[in-house]
T-cell receptor
Framework: NAGVTQTPKFQVLKTGQSMTLQCAQD?????MSWYRQDPGMGLRLIHYSVGAGITDQGEVPNGYNVSRSTTEDFPLRLLSAAPSQTSVYFC?????????????FGNGTRLTVT | AQKVTQAQTEISVVEKEDVTLDCVYETRDTTYYLFWYKQPPSGELVFLIR??????QNEISGRYSWNFQKSTSSFNFTITASQVVDSAVYFCALSEAKSGNTPLVFGKGTRLSVIA
């Protein structure tokens, strides 16, 4: 059981570079989301999706893009990385569009922007 | 708007002590769901419990228990006879069940250190 798989585990970027954080789940979950975790801030929602072709913004969407072309994949794109985007990123998925079902989390991607 | 407050940033206890982690939530919805997650030092997020707003019964699972009180908008988590393996960051979270799809909102977490 792979569950939610995030790649890479670690990444260092220079300011202005772009990259994509990958997230894939094999549980046929409709709902997928991206959170960032910063010290003292808890988990803050970046973007989420309730199904293929549907995405919406969370609490902190600026600087990030997402797309959902398939049920399985939900990549997070940083178009021009900034030091403020240094964080640990978690992808999560669930059934029932996240309302009442527990989220299944990936193991996180630790991103450092210098 | 929904909000979760975990006022305790860090707690330190000696092994075998009982400890309660506080969670206070705000919502205008009458139907909502409350969750607790654990994040051990290894970093993964582990689901512990889900409770819906219509079920105020307390729940016990081994050394873990949860006290849900709508009157005070609280969903507190107690660990009895704490162990070193309980050392982790614990997050309380809330999801409203209004029309549409309301994502999970997390508190800022409480870091629990259990000292041997």
């Amino acid at each position: 059981n792979a569950g939610v798989t995030q790649t890479p585990k670690f990444q260092v970027l220079k300011t202005g570079q772009s990259m994509t954080l990958q997230c894939a789940q094999d549980m046929n979950h409709e709902y997928m989301s991206w959170y960032r975790q910063d010290p003292g801030m808890g988990l803050r929602l970046i973007h989420y999706s309730v199904g293929a072709g549907i995405t919406d913004q969370g609490e902190v969407p600026n600087g990030y893009n997402v797309s959902r072309s398939t049920t399985e994949d939900f990549p997070l794109r940083l178009l021009s990385a900034a030091p403020s985007q240094t964080s640990v990123y978690f992808c999560a998925s669930s059934t029932l569009q996240g309302i009442s079902s527990p989220l299944h989390f990936g193991n996180g991607t630790r991103l450092t922007v210098t | 708007a929904q909000k979760v407050t975990q006022a305790q940033t860090e707690i330190s206890v000696v092994e075998k002590e009982d400890v309660t982690l506080d969670c206070v939530y705000e919502t205008r919805d009458t139907t909502y769901y409350l969750f607790w997650y654990k994040q051990p030092p290894s970093g993964e997020l582990v689901f512990l419990i889900r409770r819906n707003s219509f079920d105020e019964q307390n729940e016990i699972s081994g050394r873990y228990s949860w006290n849900f009180q709508k009157s005070t908008s609280s969903f507190n988590f107690t660990i009895t006879a704490s162990q070193v393996v309980d050392s982790a960051v614990y997050f309380c979270a809330l999801s409203e069940a209004k029309s549409g799809n309301t994502p999970l909102v997390f508190g800022k977490g409480t870091r629990l250190s259990v000292i041997a």
